[in-house]
Protein backbone atom coordinates (compact mmCIF):
# COMPACT_ATOMS: atom_id res chain seq x y z
CA UNK A 1 0.00 0.00 0.00
CA UNK A 2 1.28 3.15 -0.90
CA UNK A 3 0.58 6.32 1.09
CA UNK A 4 -3.12 7.47 0.40
CA UNK A 5 -3.45 10.15 3.34
CA UNK A 6 -2.53 13.29 0.30
CA UNK A 7 -0.63 15.07 2.93
CA UNK A 8 1.76 16.79 0.70
CA UNK A 9 2.19 14.65 -1.74
CA UNK A 10 0.54 14.07 -5.35
CA UNK A 11 0.42 10.70 -7.99
CA UNK A 12 -1.29 8.46 -10.41
CA UNK A 13 -1.60 4.91 -11.66
CA UNK A 14 -2.05 3.11 -14.77
CA UNK A 15 -3.18 -0.23 -15.16
CA UNK A 16 -4.20 -2.42 -18.21
CA UNK A 17 -7.03 -4.63 -18.15
CA UNK A 18 -6.80 -7.98 -20.26
CA UNK A 19 -9.70 -9.73 -20.68
CA UNK A 20 -10.27 -13.42 -22.09
CA UNK A 21 -12.81 -14.19 -25.61
CA UNK A 22 -15.17 -15.53 -23.53
CA UNK A 23 -14.54 -13.07 -20.03
CA UNK A 24 -13.94 -16.38 -18.24
CA UNK A 25 -10.26 -14.94 -17.08
CA UNK A 26 -8.76 -11.73 -16.05
CA UNK A 27 -5.21 -10.59 -15.97
CA UNK A 28 -4.44 -7.07 -14.72
CA UNK A 29 -1.15 -5.11 -14.40
CA UNK A 30 -1.02 -1.91 -12.87
CA UNK A 31 1.99 0.54 -12.11
CA UNK A 32 1.88 3.71 -9.59
CA UNK A 33 3.90 6.86 -8.16
CA UNK A 34 3.63 9.10 -5.49
CA UNK A 35 6.11 11.93 -4.97
CA UNK A 36 6.22 14.10 -1.80
CA UNK A 37 6.87 17.84 -1.21
CA UNK A 38 7.53 20.16 1.44
CA UNK A 39 8.70 19.60 4.71
CA UNK A 40 9.10 15.80 5.76
CA UNK A 41 8.22 16.61 9.49
CA UNK A 42 4.62 17.50 8.68
CA UNK A 43 3.88 14.92 6.34
CA UNK A 44 2.91 10.93 6.57
CA UNK A 45 4.58 9.71 3.66
CA UNK A 46 8.83 9.42 4.47
CA UNK A 47 9.24 9.81 0.42
CA UNK A 48 8.88 9.13 -3.07
CA UNK A 49 7.02 5.71 -3.47
CA UNK A 50 6.76 3.27 -6.27
CA UNK A 51 5.10 0.02 -6.92
CA UNK A 52 3.99 -2.50 -9.52
CA UNK A 53 1.23 -5.32 -9.16
CA UNK A 54 -0.77 -7.96 -11.17
CA UNK A 55 -3.56 -9.60 -10.89
CA UNK A 56 -5.10 -13.00 -12.44
CA UNK A 57 -8.47 -13.99 -11.89
CA UNK A 58 -10.56 -17.06 -13.83
CA UNK A 59 -14.25 -18.19 -13.74
CA UNK A 60 -13.87 -21.84 -12.16
CA UNK A 61 -17.08 -22.14 -12.89
CA UNK A 62 -21.04 -20.15 -12.04
CA UNK A 63 -20.29 -19.39 -8.53
CA UNK A 64 -16.75 -20.15 -8.45
CA UNK A 65 -13.89 -17.80 -8.57
CA UNK A 66 -10.11 -17.86 -8.59
CA UNK A 67 -7.93 -15.03 -7.89
CA UNK A 68 -4.18 -14.02 -7.25
CA UNK A 69 -2.73 -10.95 -6.49
CA UNK A 70 0.50 -9.90 -6.02
CA UNK A 71 2.52 -6.45 -5.72
CA UNK A 72 5.59 -4.69 -4.67
CA UNK A 73 6.09 -1.22 -3.25
CA UNK A 74 9.53 0.68 -3.44
CA UNK A 75 9.43 2.83 -0.76
CA UNK A 76 11.92 5.72 0.18
CA UNK A 77 12.87 6.15 3.33
CA UNK A 78 11.46 3.27 4.30
CA UNK A 79 11.50 -0.37 3.80
CA UNK A 80 10.21 -1.90 0.55
CA UNK A 81 7.16 -3.94 0.81
CA UNK A 82 5.57 -6.95 -0.51
CA UNK A 83 2.47 -8.71 -0.92
CA UNK A 84 0.56 -11.74 -2.34
CA UNK A 85 -3.31 -13.06 -1.85
CA UNK A 86 -5.03 -16.21 -3.30
CA UNK A 87 -8.67 -16.63 -2.92
CA UNK A 88 -11.36 -18.80 -3.47
CA UNK A 89 -14.51 -16.67 -4.40
CA UNK A 90 -18.13 -18.23 -3.88
CA UNK A 91 -20.81 -16.33 -5.41
CA UNK A 92 -24.52 -16.41 -4.00
Excluded: C
Excluded at 39 to 60: E, F, N
Aim: net charge negative; glycine share 8%.
Amino acid sequence: LLDDSANDTYGGAFGIDLLGRQFDRQLILEAAVLHAFDDPTSRIAPGDQYAAGVRYQRKLNNALILRADAMHGWLENSEDVDGVRVELRHKF
